[in-house]
């Protein structure tokens, strides 16, 4: 089983949409997850943090269920700018020092 | 304005040759990382380094060397070794080695014939 698992997609969805990514990871004891947002042919960037409560950032909610070892993304109200590819990322290694990249889910929203 | 460079963004290179892609920040972090990513692929870590004059091996450093002789610089060798190097290539700093943010350069397209 790999490390961090992400369906690649892709998601096409319209405008105003919600959509949800799932992200499962193998290593029980990781204890801080990440989702990062690439946009076509750039750089990674954070998006938000994911906490055991859960958290939220306007449109976007991700939660943690540590039981069944999944993440998850939500987008409210899709924008056309929300198109990109989403990273699930999770420290792995020595002292979980080191972040571990899923393959990335691509989101594509449609006018 | 504080941030990371990679020159150049495009890189075209004869199969056989070792090229180096330049990595530099700005940011005043102790760690710094390479990545490499393919075409559908997620990141694979090649080299990191927590400190200067201080680097380890990643999940994929066979054909590949880097250096880090000064806090800002990390640069990356690609040698004739590497099989497929053909690849984009993401340079990173965080500001320690378990620090939770991993800030990225815009990346190096390299292409090999």
């Known amino acids: 089983r790999k490390e961090v698992e992400q369906d690649p997609g892709p998601f096409n969805v319209p405008e105003g949409a919600t959509v949800a990514f799932n992200c499962t990871y193998s290593n029980s004891a990781s204890q801080s997850f990440f989702w990062y947002r690439q946009d076509c042919r750039k750089e990674p960037k954070l998006l938000m943090s994911?906490?055991?409560s859960g958290n939220e950032d306007g449109r976007f909610t991700a939660q943690l269920n540590r039981a069944s070892q999944y993440i998850s993304l939500l987008i409210r109200d899709s924008k056309l700018s929300d198109s990109a590819t989403y990273l699930c990322?999770?420290?792995?290694?020595?002292?979980?020092?080191?972040?571990?990249f899923g393959g990335g889910t691509r989101l594509m929203v449609k006018p | 304005d504080g941030g990371i460079t990679q020159s150049p963004k495009y890189l075209f290179r004869k199969e056989g040759q070792n090229v180096t892609l330049s990595c530099e920040q700005n940011l005043n972090h102790d760690a710094m990382y390479w990545y490499r990513q393919d075409p559908g692929q997620g990141l694979r870590l090649i080299y990191y380094s927590q400190i200067v004059n201080d680097f380890q091996k990643g999940d994929i450093a066979e054909g590949y060397s880097v250096s880090r002789e000064k806090k800002e610089s990390f640069p990356l060798t690609v040698t004739s070794a590497q099989k497929n190097p053909t690849a984009f290539y993401l340079c990173?700093?965080?500001?320690?080695?378990?620090?939770?943010?991993?800030?990225f350069g815009p990346g190096t397209r390299l292409t090999v014939t």
């Open positions: 990322v999770v420290p792995i290694g020595n002292a979980g020092n080191m972040l571990t």
């Open positions: 990173a700093s965080s500001i320690f080695i378990a620090a939770r943010e991993q800030y």
């Open positions: 994911v906490y055991s």
